[in-house]
């Protein structure tokens, strides 16, 4: 089981579309996923037409007294399920710092789930706080959309700062463009120069895209109602990519 | 898209008869389209259009269903490419093995030809997980069947799938069998919605949507049950010999007829093993009828000639048996030595399979001969003779306890007699006449365990396999270590063998050998318990003997 989180400090980036459509890509190559919905805002459990509601709440995900198989939904999707988001995880830290341990908590909790899933893609909320630091100990890949900005490309190094700091063996970060406009002179060069000072930047790129907003009034991921679009065939070759990296 | 017409079989419905074809008329009790029944039972959900599938596939399983009688069933069809190259290589069968729920448990691709044992599986979940369901039976393929899929999913009012409807129809192509069955398919985290549903759908239709899957339900169509019962046995222990013994005796042919008929398919060597048991079980019995006091002649003569035949046919059957056994323990030694030594040890595979060959085509001679004809019909004749026939003498007409008792006895005197006088420097013949004495004394046991209380004769029958385990792997490991060196010269002499392979033989006998004198050592400590005085008399009161008697 491999545990990829669609994660950025930043917010608006499209970690949620990440997260979707790269779960949803990994289904149709026939993983079985879960995709996490640990956002507050609820924006992947919305996608995915679940309600946002989890039994017991942040507290009942966090505690390990629920079975977090009673907490799973299935989408519409085949080898695709689901924990909804619920407005409770807007206390996530507090509820982790409750508890022993608490950044090892989530990795603890994802264990017996490894023999039900092939791939767990967690959808993060934007900030860094216990929640992002309990992220980083479960997960083995940390995918990091950037916008090609420069304000971006500095919450990435700060991310990689943070990465450091913790000294978290084994977590590989794998950062990709989103939202791309090649037609702005300023994303062409962000883009083009970027992998010069970081290796493991992933070479798929995913464009910008009126579509991907069209995911909110759809509610599925783009493949399913979009699926030659540029975005869909980006976020699928992104996901294949992401896939080998991971062996 | 047109109307479905199928519907959901009312359980009893088409249940195959002996000769296991439908004695119920095909079609379905309920025809009522899948977009009828969905209408009728969404209640506040909405329900998509229905789509339509179809594939093309075929079931695989033992020829006694074993992966039926387990719950789940083995599919293949062809993988993707449509047998079609496929990157230059053939693409091969998909096989996937599915939980009764419909879960596939494991999947492989297979390429060449199709393999009858897990054991020629390629590595992986799918060949562990058969491994254990069939261990070295044989996998045989049923005919084409066309699975028809029709489905719809319920969804609520944001456009979620609570719940699916789904009707599967199975199809036989070549005899047009066909089961048919309705199911409401559960989302994990939405079970209450479909347990909902289907309510509806019986309180709305008047049946239950949980039929088994259709494939399932064409399992016994297509492995009808096999013929005769590997180990029948007497229930009433006081009844006179003759009848009782004489309805054991019809199962055993039963059985032994048809796994005749599977041994001259050759779908899996396991039916040869089944055949001897029964055999053997029968041979045991018309040892325990042999009359002491000859006072008919005739029911005597009837019997002698009963056991010359399956003395003959136990001997018609071993080299063809001692082959399987060389190549399921060359195929154990290949599993656990390396990929280089397995590679070396091919040669000795090509051998032992073309040396099966042909003890095989000799062991079908026998058993299509007129000889074996007439002996099996002259012995059903006699068999189905009645009651009457089988009291022609003395030991016909005694109880079967009484009559097993004393037969008990007196293979319990001599086996602890044999046994005892084995010390570590007696031939290996000592301890295979010990070993066929256990495995009488066993079979009359067995013969009458349905009488005697379980908690009397089970601990008995613990220590006799005990004991038994080890008297056959101290001969096994000789005999094949024997035959591997009379192979290894064979094959040196015809050149089928270079030097590498001749001294991995050398090696795979000398492991035998280790193996063979660990098992001896085993035989004192296993042996001295069954010749205790406690436990002789529990071998006695098996049969309602005295405590103490005889031995």
Redesign the interface.
């Known amino acids: 089981m491999k545990v990829v989180a669609a994660y950025n400090i930043k917010g608006g980036v499209g970690k949620t579309a990440t997260a979707v459509n790269l779960a949803y890509a990994a289904a149709r190559a026939g993983a079985r996923v879960l995709v996490i919905d640990l956002d507050p805002q609820a924006a992947a459990t919305f996608y995915?037409?679940?309600?946002p509601k989890v039994k017991g709440g942040g507290k009942g995900l966090v505690s390990g007294k629920r079975d977090l198989d009673d907490?799973?939904?299935?989408t519409?999707h085949e080898r695709l399920?689901l924990i909804p988001a619920d407005f409770s995880f807007r206390n996530l830290d507090l509820m982790l710092d409750a508890e022993k341990k608490s950044k090892k908590r989530l990795a603890k909790l994802l264990k017996p789930l490894a023999s039900d899933y092939d791939v767990i893609m967690l959808d993060c909320p934007p900030s860094v706080s216990l929640v992002s630091e309990a992220v980083f100990h479960a997960a083995d890949a940390l995918v990091v959309p950037l916008i090609p900005t420069t304000l971006s490309l500095r919450t990435y190094q700060q991310l990689q700062g943070f990465r450091d700091e913790e000294k978290i063996a084994g977590l590989a970060l794998m950062p990709f463009f989103s939202m791309v406009d090649r037609r702005k002179s300023l994303h062409r060069e962000v883009v083009d120069r970027f992998p010069e000072d970081h290796p493991e930047a992933l070479g798929v790129q995913v464009p910008y895209a009126s579509v991907v907003e069209r995911m909110g009034t759809e509610?599925a991921p783009l493949a399913t109602f979009a699926p030659r679009s540029a975005a869909a065939t980006a976020y699928a070759a992104l996901w294949e990519e992401i896939a080998k990296r991971l062996g | 898209m047109p109307d479905l017409s199928l519907g959901h079989r009312r359980s009893g419905d088409g249940s195959p008869s002996a000769n296991g074809r439908s004695r119920t008329p095909l079609e379905p009790t309920v025809v009522t389209p899948l977009a009828a029944i969905a209408d009728a039972v969404r209640g506040s959900f909405a329900a998509d259009r229905i789509e339509m599938t179809g594939r093309r596939l075929r079931l695989l399983d033992t020829v006694d269903r074993r992966l039926t009688a387990s719950g789940s069933r083995l599919e293949t069809e062809a993988a993707e490419g449509g047998g079609k190259e496929v990157g230059g290589k053939e693409a091969g069968e998909r096989w996937r093995l599915v939980d009764a729920d419909g879960r596939v448990r494991a999947e492989a691709t297979i390429r060449g030809r199709a393999p009858t044992l897990a054991d020629d599986l390629p590595d992986g979940p799918l060949r562990q997980a058969l491994e254990k369901a069939i261990s070295i039976r044989g996998l045989v393929a049923s005919p084409w069947i066309a699975l028809t899929e029709h489905s719809t999913a319920l969804r609520d009012a944001a456009g979620k799938t609570r719940c699916r409807l789904v009707a599967r129809t199975a199809q036989v192509e070549t005899t047009g069998e066909q089961r048919s069955a309705v199911r409401v398919e559960a989302l994990k985290g939405y079970r209450r919605e479909a347990r909902s549903v289907a309510e509806r759908v019986t309180r709305r239709f008047g049946w239950t949507p949980a039929a088994p899957d259709p494939l399932t339900a064409l399992a016994p169509i297509l492995w009808p049950e096999p013929g005769g019962t590997a180990d029948p046995a007497v229930s009433d222990i006081a009844q006179p010999a003759g009848p009782g013994l004489r309805l054991v005796l019809r199962a055993l042919l039963d059985a032994i007829e048809a796994r005749s008929r599977g041994v001259i398919a050759d779908i899996d060597d396991e039916e040869l093993h089944d055949l001897r048991v029964a055999i053997r079980r029968t041979r045991s019995i018309l040892a325990l009828l042999r009359s002491r006091a000859t006072d008919s002649k005739q029911a005597d003569r009837t019997l002698e000639r009963a056991r010359a035949t399956f003395a003959w046919l136990g001997q018609a059957t071993g080299p063809t048996r001692d082959l399987d056994v060389h190549i399921l323990a060359w195929r154990a030694h290949r599993r656990r030595t390396s990929a280089e030594q397995a590679a070396i040890l091919e040669p000795l595979g090509r051998y032992l399979a073309a040396e099966r060959a042909a003890a095989h085509a000799a062991l079908v001679r026998a058993l299509r001969s007129r000889r074996f004809r007439t002996a099996l019909a002259r012995w059903r004749a006699v068999l189905d003779a009645g009651d009457q026939a089988w009291t022609g003498s003395e030991a016909l007409r005694r109880p079967i306890g009484e009559l097993a008792g004393h037969r008990i006895r007196k293979l319990y005197r001599r086996a602890v007699r044999e046994g005892t006088a084995i010390t570590p420097d007696s031939p290996a013949e000592a301890l295979h006449a010990l070993r066929k004495t256990m495995k009488k004394l066993r079979y009359v046991v067995e013969i009458i365990r349905p009488g005697v209380p379980a908690d009397r004769v089970r601990p008995v029958l613990r220590r006799l396999r005990a004991l038994q385990q080890v008297l056959g792997d101290v001969q096994d490991m000789e005999v094949q270590a024997d035959a591997l060196r009379r192979f290894g010269l064979a094959m040196g002499e015809t050149g089928l063998a270079g030097p590498a392979t001749l001294m991995a033989i050398g090696a795979q006998a000398e492991d035998l050998e280790i193996r063979r004198a660990e098992a001896r050592d085993r035989f004192a400590a296993v042996f001295a318990p069954v010749a205790k005085r406690n436990f002789g008399d529990k071998v006695r009161a098996l049969a309602g003997t005295r405590a103490g008697d005889g031995a």
Do not use: G, N, S
């Open positions: 995915f037409r679940v309600k907490l799973i939904k299935a519409d399920d509610r």
